[in-house]
């Protein structure tokens, strides 16, 4: 059985962050550059002069960010902090276009794309405190439902659907 959509966010999150805290950055061990990321595109493989113009080799480990980049609670808040920003960006960009105003432009895709990195790091900084976020989704929601008087419940694994019969007044 494969597991529901949040599950396995939860679970592969967790074993690539844990591979990338783990992974000792790299130096080239000629001229002491680090390896670059895969989104830098304006890099060139070979180590700049001084140094001979030769392929970089990544063979040396950082001195000191060897052991752990986990930077734990305070860095996921950043980061989810960071991409919350990244989406309201968007929606400006886009605002802007529908206003006809100047400024640069942002993409549908743009869009969607930010709210993934949105889900990716609150599941992230979920996971810090060992939050269930389909669980605590569905409790605050349905809390809510209740404290307003609709019926409206979501249901989680663990709990199954209640939607119909009790709990249910208002209206
Ligand atoms: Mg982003
Ligand atoms: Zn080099």
Redesign the pocket.
């Known amino acids: 059985m494969s597991d529901d959509f949040l599950t396995q966010l939860r679970r592969v999150n967790t074993e690539r962050y844990d591979v990338w805290a783990r992974q000792p950055m790299m130096l080239?061990?000629?001229?002491?550059?680090d390896r670059p990321s895969a989104d830098d595109s304006g890099y060139n493989n070979?180590?700049s002069p001084p140094?001979d113009k030769?392929e970089?080799?990544f063979t040396r480990p950082h001195p000191y960010l060897t052991v752990s980049n986990d930077a734990g609670i305070m860095f996921d808040a950043l980061e989810l902090g960071g991409e919350v920003g990244e989406l309201l960006n968007v929606v400006k960009k886009l605002e802007r276009e529908q206003r006809g105003w100047r400024g640069s432009r942002a993409a549908p895709e743009d869009f969607a794309d930010e709210c993934g990195d949105v889900l990716i790091c609150l599941d992230k900084l979920a996971r810090r405190m060992g939050v269930d976020l389909a669980e605590a989704t569905a409790r605050k929601f349905n809390a809510t439902s209740e404290k307003v008087g609709l019926p409206h419940r979501l249901a989680t694994s663990a709990e199954p659907n209640s939607e119909i019969g009790e709990g249910c007044h208002g209206e």
């Open positions: 080239c061990e000629h001229c002491g550059k070979f180590c140094f030769q970089h080799r």
